[in-house]
Structures are given as C-alpha cells and as structure tokens.
C-alpha cells in the first residue's frame, strides 16, 4: 500500500526556518517525481515545489523561489521541503504528493501544518 | 506560468442531478489537464487524469473531456458523498491549479 506521511510541521516565527519530510512507503520511492502542494486556511491548492527522480531537476513556484528548497532521499525513502525566511503567508497545510508520468499527482500525504506568526 | 480558471466558484445542487464544471487555460495544454476531488481536512483525491481518463476506483458517474485550452469534468449523477469542492490541474508545464468549484446541497 502506497503511504505518504509528513512531518515537520509546526509554528515558527516570521523569518525563522522549518524542515518538512515526507516518509514514503509501499512503492519504488527512486522511480518517481514528487511535489510539494500547500493549502492556505480556508483558501484552495498552491503547487510550491517539484523535484525529479535522481534530483536531476528543480521547480519552484515563485512565490518560495530563493527562500524554500526541495531535496529528497533515495536511500531513506523521504523527500523534504528547507523552508527559510518564513512569512505570515507560508502559513498552510503543506502535501506531499508523489507524481506519475501522464498521470498526475496520484498518491497525497495527510498534510503537515505549518503556522508562521509572532 | 499557466493560468487556470475554474468556473463557477461554488454550485448548490441535489442529489441526482447532473453537474458540470468547466476549466479554462490561459493557454493550450493539450491533454495535460487533472481532476482532484478534497473534501474538508482530507488530502485532494484523484479522479480524472490526461483529461479523460478515469482514476483507478473511481465511480463512473465522473467523466472528463475537453483538450487544449477548455476541458469539463462532469458528474453524471450526483450522490451523497460527492458533495466536495473540486480542482483541475494542468501538468503541460510546471504544475497550477484553478481555483476550485465548491459543490453544496441545495
């Protein structure tokens, strides 16, 4: 059974820096791209970050560019989101969700919550 | 960046009825074009992908169409448990999601 789990999540302080981590389980974690999606309280899906398999390639929505970076983990399974220079408007529930060629975004995560306030 | 619209933002149906929401690309996407379903405090679930194409275990009342700038999800005949808010997704290029269709009881 295919699993996604975050972690991470918690309140920070504007400006302050958070690790998020995304433990997979149940498939050939390596073999696919993966994203990160957030979702603001009340408000609707904001794609953050991309990364491909072997890390070959990088995306980032403008909104986090220069301040959040993707990684992952091929030995451990996980992928992560390095968010630095928080901002109030980080504040959401942020996805892990494992990407399929053609298919889209087929397996998610729970969602870890991330609150940036003073 | 790909801009996608959604269109109407909420819908206030009954039970049985046929429902239709509609997507719009700023620009073509060919068949690139996802259909989530969310339900609130749940994880977006996958219904339609390439366009048309029915997600494993998914009922077939949802269907898709449409290709390069105009796509439809339709719910053929709405039950109980398909009261949600919906989501189309283009993957043509760095992923963006239109901004939702809240499905209601009327």
């Known amino acids: 059974e295919v699993q996604l789990v975050e972690s991470g999540g918690g309140l920070v302080k504007p400006g302050g820096s958070l690790r998020l981590s995304c433990a997979a389980s149940?498939?050939?974690?390596?073999?696919?791209?993966m994203n990160w999606v957030r979702q603001a309280p009340g408000q609707g899906l904001e794609w953050v970050s991309s990364i491909s398999t072997s890390s070959t390639y990088k995306y980032y929505a403008d909104s986090v560019k220069g301040r959040f970076t993707i990684s992952r983990d091929d030995a451990k399974n996980s992928l992560y989101l390095q968010m630095n220079s928080l901002r109030a408007e980080d504040t959401a529930v942020y996805f892990c969700?494992?990407?399929?060629?053609?298919?889209?975004?087929?397996?998610w995560g729970q969602g870890t919550l991330v609150t940036v306030s003073s | 960046d790909i801009q996608m619209t959604q269109s109407p933002s909420s819908l206030s149906v009954s039970v049985g009825d046929r429902v239709t929401i509609t997507c719009r690309a700023s620009?073509?996407?060919?068949?690139?074009l996802n259909w989530y379903q969310q339900k609130p405090g749940k994880a977006p679930n996958l219904l339609i992908y390439?366009?048309?194409s029915l997600q494993s275990g998914v009922p077939s009342r949802f269907s898709g169409s449409g290709s390069g700038t105009d796509f439809t999800l339709t719910i053929s005949s709405l039950q109980a448990e398909d009261f949600a808010t919906y989501y189309c997704q283009q993957s043509y290029s760095t992923l963006t999601f239109g901004g939702g269709t809240k499905v209601e009881m009327k």
């Open positions: 969700a494992r990407d399929s060629i053609g298919v889209g975004s087929d397996y």
């Open positions: 149940g498939f050939t974690f390596s073999g696919y791209s």
């Open positions: 620009q073509s996407i060919s068949y690139y």
């Open positions: 390439a366009a048309s």
